[in-house]
């Protein structure tokens, strides 16, 4: 079960970057719960993982009414030189893949894309041109230990331990638009920026951005995951 709990995509004010990209990194196989909550204002949804998930299209149809899948696993072609998966904490020599699913839209032709990226979200936040600038960055369900990426996609440099790879949340505020969101449940979150991880629900200052809690969505996942809309001071 998805639902919207505190608030609705339709009611929020007219400051959110309505036809952008979403971007989830370290995704597994959580599809769905996103594009269902996000679809009203968002075209592009963009999945990096590592590892080959499918998306149940049979589910997604019954969050997507009006819709009609029209391309399905439509292989993208890779920047030559992404071709090799480039996480530095995984062994396997594995080739990286790019999918497109697109959904449109029966009566007014609007459209939806789905990326499915085989790669480390890191390379495809710093290289793909799609991603050069984004509406929502959606993130959960991740740790450092067994079965987590070890990515601090929600820390900085002053947060270095040996659990974690790399320390990625200045990269992804630089892509983001201005009043754009971050859907987290705090997961990999430093000491800077813990606030995502205690779900507090008021306004955050942190260095030239203001970080305003919306309200949370909820799904079949323990961890309640929070919106929050991030504009400059």
């Given amino acids: 079960m998805i639902k919207i709990i505190d608030f609705k995509i339709r009611d929020l004010n007219d400051k959110i970057p309505h036809n952008k990209t979403l971007f989830y ?9 996103p594009i269902a909550s996000f679809h009203d204002i968002i075209d592009t949804f963009y999945f990096c993982c590592l590892e080959d998930q499918q998306i149940d299209n049979t589910e997604l149809q019954k969050w997507l009414l009006g819709f009609k899948l029209v391309s399905n696993n439509v292989k993208v072609k890779f920047p030559v030189k992404h071709t090799k998966i480039e996480n530095r904490g995984y062994n396997e020599q594995k080739k990286a893949e790019k999918y497109l699913d697109v959904w449109k839209n029966i009566k007014t032709g609007r ?7 085989i790669q480390d979200g890191l ?5 793909d041109p799609i991603l050069s600038q984004i509406g929502i960055f959606f993130y959960r369900g991740d740790g450092s230990g067994d079965g987590g990426s070890g990515i601090g996609w929600l820390m900085t440099d002053k947060d270095k331990t040996e659990s974690y ?48 809690c919306l309200g949370k969505i909820s799904s079949s996942r323990d961890n309640q995951t929070v919106v929050w809309q991030v504009s400059s001071v």
């Fill in 165 to 212: 790879l790399e320390y990625n949340i200045h990269h992804v505020l630089q892509r983001l638009s201005e009043n754009g969101l971050i859907v987290t449940d705090g997961s990999n979150s430093g000491v800077e920026y813990r606030f995502f991880y205690d779900k507090n629900k008021y306004d955050i200052k942190r260095n030239d951005k203001i970080f305003h």
């Fill in 123 to 127: 390379t495809m936040l710093l290289y």
């Fill in 25 to 33: 990194p370290c995704c597994g196989s959580d599809f769905i719960s």
């Fill in 111 to 117: 459209e939806i894309k789905i990326y499915r990226v």
